[in-house]
Structure formats: C-alpha cells, structure tokens
C-alpha cells in the first residue's frame, strides 16, 4: 500500500507514472483543500478535482485544472450579466451568513459568483453543484468524494485532508487574501510576507487520512507551502509522517522551480527557496529524489533522476526513483499488514 499527498500540479502530474508503476488498488491519495473555494453558492475543491478528473481520464491536461474540451456557457452569461449591470469583476468576498458549509471558516474564503473571478466551466460546475448538495444533505466531504470518485470510476482511493475547512490565507505587501485571489486574481504578483491556514486548529484529519498514513508516503513534486503545508498544519499528519517512511520529491532543481509560485511562497515563509528549504520543510521525510543537475547535499538518502515531468514515461522514470528510494531506506513495497 502507498499514499501520495497531492496537491497543485506537482503530486497529480507523478501519479500519471505512479499509477502504472503501483497497482492502482494499492493507492490512496490524499489531496489538498487548503485552495478550497465557495464561489456562485457551490464547493470548489480544486486539489481533489485534479485528481479526480485525472483518475477519469477527463482532465484538461494543457492547464492540469479543469475538465478537458469544457465548455463555459454560464461563466460567459455570468460575466455578461456583470457588466451589462456595471458590477466589478473582481473577486467579491461575502458575508459568512447563509454559508455553504455551515462552518465559521465560510467567511475566509466564500466569494460572490457575480462575474465569478475563477473560471468554472459547464461540466466542471456540475462536479460542484453535486458536492454542495450533497455535503447541505449532511454528508461529509470525505464520503462525497468518494461518490464523486464512483461516478468518474476512479481506480484508486482519494481522500480529501480533513472534513473540516482549512482557508489558506496570504498575508501581502497588499493584504491579506486567499490563496486563489492571490494566484488566479492576482497573478501571484503581491508580494508573500506570510501564509497561514486559517482554521487548521479547529481540523481534524480524518480516520481514512489517519489510516492511509499507517503505509508508505510518497509527497510528491507539490509547492511545498500552499500544496502539502496546509496537510502538515493539520494536528497529528506530521506525527504520523514521523512513524513511517515518506519519501518527498523535490519540486526544486537547487533554487529554480519547475512551475508556480513555489519560490515567493517559500521565502514568504521563511524557507530558502530551494531543494534544502524543501528538505527543512519536511523534517519527517526519510529520503528524497532530486533532479540529475540537483547537487545539494542533504542530511538524508537521496536518488537522482531527471525529474521533470512532461509525459507518462517521465512519470515513470520518477515513480522507479521514488521505489528506489523507498528500497534505500529500507521500505519494502510487500504490505507488512
Ligand atoms: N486557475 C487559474 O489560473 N484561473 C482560473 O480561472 C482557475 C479556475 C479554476 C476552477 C476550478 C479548479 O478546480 C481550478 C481552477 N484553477 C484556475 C486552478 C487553481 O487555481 C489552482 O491551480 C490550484 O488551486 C492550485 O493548486
Ligand atoms: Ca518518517
């Protein structure tokens, strides 16, 4: 058995290899909800649709958001609408009333849908509209991914962090705000004094997530602080890292990031903005995988690789590198249950 945290590109781009490396039965990813949004009255979970459309062969895989050949019909009308009305189009946060969730954190991160500032297509929306149903019916998010899992016929098990909402905030030289209305609104350009996971006190992970950290962990080439951070804020997922082997993929090439916003995230935090930043963000992990050109030295076993992800075979090339590593610190891939 073998759980790979995911969250961003990094994680769902390595599981394209992972998957016909490992038996898919054997996987469990646990993704990320720290990005999670409230926008036009429904859920957006991005980290987990991009390894839901992933695992149901319907990702938009130019983007690795979004599902492919999508079409936009209501996000069109609902920016016409906007600015026929003379509205602003720019993000809209809402009071924490009439929430979708019904939890305190809805403030944080619940934003109007007029002229809906993140793109959701057709498809894509209809993914959310049954998510929020469902989680308004009572059930927990854990159990409506798993619905949503069967309806897209995933080959293995995707587990959303908590079941309790987690806001990833940035603090910038103009403000705090989400993390989407800083990457998609914003572009990223404000500049990163802090991130912080609002609510992450008030989370649990769930007895699945707890579970599915009993086997070996692989944290793939994800950005370290918004991707796999909000995961670790969460009481008791770093403790349970400790307990047993994690290999982490670094998304680093000594200081250059392969994409994203990985680099002023990390330095916001306080991390060098490196593959050692990335080996200090991770104290629980017992080895690491670094690219080919990748010379830093580590307190810890490591396998080099050309880690760049492009294709499938890339993927693969990198999954060996993860098994060897696993070997090199003495974790066999037999179940030891
Ligand atoms: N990213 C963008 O850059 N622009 C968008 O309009 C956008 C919409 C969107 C809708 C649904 C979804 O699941 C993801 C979406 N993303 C969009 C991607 C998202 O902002 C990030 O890639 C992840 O949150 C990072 O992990
Ligand atoms: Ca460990």
């Not at 459309?53 to 895989?61: A, E, H």
């Not at 944080?108 to 019916?137: C, I, K, Q």
């Not at 963000?281 to 670094?290: G, S, T």
Request: glycine share 10%.
């Amino acid at each position: 058995m073998v759980t790979f945290l995911a969250g961003g590109t990094g994680t769902p781009k390595l599981l394209d290899g992972a998957l016909s490396v490992f038996d898919p039965e054997s996987v469990t990813v646990v993704g990320n909800t720290g990005d999670d949004v409230e926008l036009g009255g429904v859920l957006v979970c991005p980290d987990l649709d991009t390894v839901l459309f992933y695992g149901g062969g319907v990702l938009d895989r130019e983007r690795w958001w979004g599902i492919e050949n999508d079409t936009t019909e209501t996000d069109d009308e609902l920016h016409r609408l906007a600015e026929a009305a003379g509205l602003d189009a720019g993000p809209r946060y809402l009071p924490a009333e009439q929430q979708v969730t019904g939890r305190e954190i809805s403030q944080w991160r619940r934003f109007s849908g007029v002229a809906e500032f993140m793109e959701l297509g057709d498809r894509d929306r209809a993914v959310h509209v049954t998510r929020t149903g469902l989680l308004d019916e009572g059930y927990s998010l854990t159990e409506v991914t798993r619905l949503l899992a069967d309806a897209f016929d995933l080959a293995f098990a995707l587990l959303p962090m908590s079941n309790d909402p987690v806001a990833t905030m940035v603090h910038t030289d103009e403000g705090t705000m989400h993390f989407q209305e800083f990457w998609v609104a914003r572009r990223a350009e404000p500049t990163v004094e802090d991130v912080e996971f609002r609510g992450h006190q008030q989370a649990s992970p769930t007895p699945a997530v707890l579970d599915a950290l009993d086997d070996r962990v692989v944290v793939g080439p994800s950005n370290p602080v918004t991707s796999i951070g909000p995961m670790l804020s969460v009481w008791g997922v770093e403790e349970a890292l400790e307990r047993t082997p994690v290999v982490a993929v670094s998304p680093f090439v000594e200081d250059e990031v392969f994409s994203g916003p990985a680099a002023a995230l990390m330095a916001g935090v306080g991390y060098e903005p490196s593959t050692a930043g990335v080996a200090d963000a991770y104290p629980f992990a017992d080895a690491f995988v670094l690219d080919d050109e990748d010379g830093t030295d580590l307190d810890r076993p490591v396998v080099r690789t050309d880690t760049r992800i492009d294709d499938a075979a890339d993927a693969e090339r990198v999954t060996r590198a993860v098994e060897e590593a696993f070997e090199r610190v003495g974790a066999t891939g037999a179940d030891p249950a």
